[in-house]
């Protein structure tokens, strides 16, 4: 059988490479790249590090608003479903490229097939929750993380075809972890084993926000250990756009680094004292490298880990982000919230099994 399948960000990069090393031994896969982290720094390197198979198509679509970004992936993944005539589209997450992947399969009658479906945020003004939602009811096949994001299928009215695997994410972080203690150590950034935070901030409800920007930074001026903060372009760029530059060249602990590559976070992830995030991912691989985090949003799609104990939502604006990291120490990290490891060898017998 054939399966195409479909990614374009960072996050869906390294998902990818544990399913499709399992998927390419017993079927034939066709990988688009849509391109949408056009940064080699930001998504580039990652087929090289995680050893996943050069795109058949690289659709170069890059950065655009939202309606012209999707609509490129639409009208060009169509023209590869045309050529190509898969058996099922496979897609990732909650990005544009998943939607563009879904819409584009679901109108040529071509099975979707959904790899963390069932995630919720409740926040409609989340472009992410728009795009999950519609994906998951033009769905054939849905491969849920948890228990929790299978009942909120169960909600919809979605029960058919529906399977907690566990998390894809974690087969990688187990996978990868050794390979990045190899390859980097904290000596090249300057650094001490538990004695910096690490920081990443790109999600628009921050970066949209002069004021919330502010209050993060000024926060992080605040603490006595070292911020470490990979710089998301978007964050670089409004940083600018907002004048705040002076709150990051005066603040003498912060160290603002490119983008890293994937490995290079994994590593920063497991020797940090404290993670600070925005990023969906991020919450995860906190909890498997058994790190406090805090999560610079009002509302997660992961609150398993919130539950447990070990990830603390903060609002800037109105909370001493500076007083909860230092406050805030979770101890148990021992619930297997996201499976066992193997989500890639469970996710490809479900669907040997559905195409018998």
């Given at each position: 059988?054939?399966?195409?399948?479909?990614?374009?960000?960072?996050?869906?990069?390294?998902?990818?490479?544990?399913?499709?090393?399992?998927?390419?031994?017993?079927?034939?896969?066709?990988?688009?790249?849509?391109?949408?982290?056009?940064?080699?720094?930001?998504?580039?390197?990652?087929?090289?590090?995680?050893?996943?198979?050069?795109?058949?198509?690289?659709?170069?679509?890059?950065?655009?608003?939202?309606?012209?970004?999707t609509?490129?992936?639409?009208?060009?993944?169509?023209?590869?479903?045309?050529?190509?005539?898969?058996?099922?589209?496979?897609?990732?997450?909650?990005?544009n490229?998943?939607?563009?992947?879904?819409?584009?399969?679901?109108?040529?009658?071509?099975?979707?097939?959904?790899?963390?479906?069932?995630?919720?945020?409740?926040?409609?003004?989340?472009?992410?929750?728009?795009?999950?939602?519609?994906?998951?009811?033009?769905?054939?096949?849905?491969?849920?993380?948890?228990?929790?994001?299978?009942?909120?299928?169960?909600?919809?009215?979605?029960?058919?075809?529906?399977?907690?695997?566990?998390?894809?994410?974690?087969?990688?972080?187990?996978?990868?972890?050794?390979?990045?203690?190899?390859?980097?150590?904290?000596?090249?950034?300057?650094?001490?084993?538990?004695?910096?935070?690490?920081?990443?901030?790109?999600?628009?409800d921050?970066?949209?926000?002069?004021?919330?920007?502010?209050?993060?930074?000024?926060?992080?001026?605040?603490?006595e250990?070292?911020?470490?903060?990979?710089?998301?372009?978007?964050?670089?760029?409004?940083?600018?756009?907002?004048?705040?530059?002076?709150?990051?060249?005066?603040?003498?602990?912060?160290?603002?680094?490119?983008?890293?590559?994937?490995?290079?976070?994994?590593?920063?992830?497991?020797?940090?004292?404290?993670?600070?995030?925005?990023?969906?991912?991020?919450?995860?691989?906190?909890?498997?490298?058994?790190?406090?985090?805090?999560?610079?949003?009002?509302?997660?799609?992961?609150?398993?880990?919130?539950?447990?104990?070990?990830?603390?939502?903060?609002?800037?604006?109105?909370?001493d982000?500076?007083?909860?990291?230092?406050?805030?120490?979770?101890?148990?990290?021992s619930?297997?919230?996201y499976?066992?490891?193997?989500?890639?060898?469970?996710?490809?017998?479900?669907?040997?099994?559905?195409?018998?």
């Amino acid at each position: 059988m054939k399966i195409l399948t479909i990614a374009g960000t960072r996050p869906q990069l390294v998902k990818v490479a544990p399913v499709s090393r399992e998927l390419r031994k017993h079927a034939t896969e066709v990988l688009i790249n849509t391109g949408q982290h056009y940064d080699y720094n930001m998504a580039g390197i990652f087929f090289d590090e995680l050893g996943i198979p050069k795109p058949d198509y690289d659709l170069g679509i890059g950065s655009a608003s939202h309606g012209k970004q999707t609509g490129d992936m639409l009208t060009a993944i169509e023209e590869v479903i045309f050529s190509e005539k898969p058996d099922a589209v496979l897609v990732y997450g909650d990005t544009n490229s998943t939607l563009a992947g879904a819409l584009a399969a679901s109108k040529l009658y071509i099975p979707v097939i959904h790899i963390e479906a069932g995630l919720r945020s409740f926040n409609k003004k989340m472009p992410e929750e728009i795009n999950r939602i519609l994906t998951d009811h033009v769905s054939t096949l849905l491969f849920s993380p948890t228990e929790i994001a299978v009942q909120n299928l169960k909600n919809e009215n979605i029960t058919e075809n529906v399977v907690n695997v566990g998390d894809v994410m974690y087969d990688a972080v187990l996978y990868n972890t050794s390979i990045a203690e190899e390859k980097y150590n904290l000596a090249q950034f300057g650094i001490k084993e538990k004695e910096y935070i690490l920081a990443t901030i790109h999600r628009a409800d921050n970066t949209d926000s002069k004021e919330k920007l502010t209050a993060i930074f000024k926060a992080f001026a605040g603490l006595e250990e070292t911020i470490v903060l990979p710089l998301h372009p978007r964050t670089k760029h409004k940083i600018s756009e907002y004048g705040l530059s002076s709150l990051i060249e005066d603040g003498s602990n912060l160290q603002v680094i490119e983008p890293v590559s994937y490995l290079e976070m994994l590593l920063l992830e497991k020797y940090a004292k404290a993670i600070v995030t925005d990023s969906g991912g991020v919450q995860k691989e906190a909890y498997f490298a058994a790190v406090p985090c805090l999560t610079l949003r009002s509302e997660t799609e992961w609150v398993e880990t919130v539950e447990a104990g070990c990830n603390r939502l903060v609002n800037p604006l109105v909370e001493d982000l500076a007083t909860i990291i230092q406050a805030f120490k979770p101890t148990d990290y021992s619930k297997p919230l996201y499976g066992d490891g193997q989500a890639s060898e469970k996710i490809v017998k479900e669907i040997l099994k559905y195409f018998g």
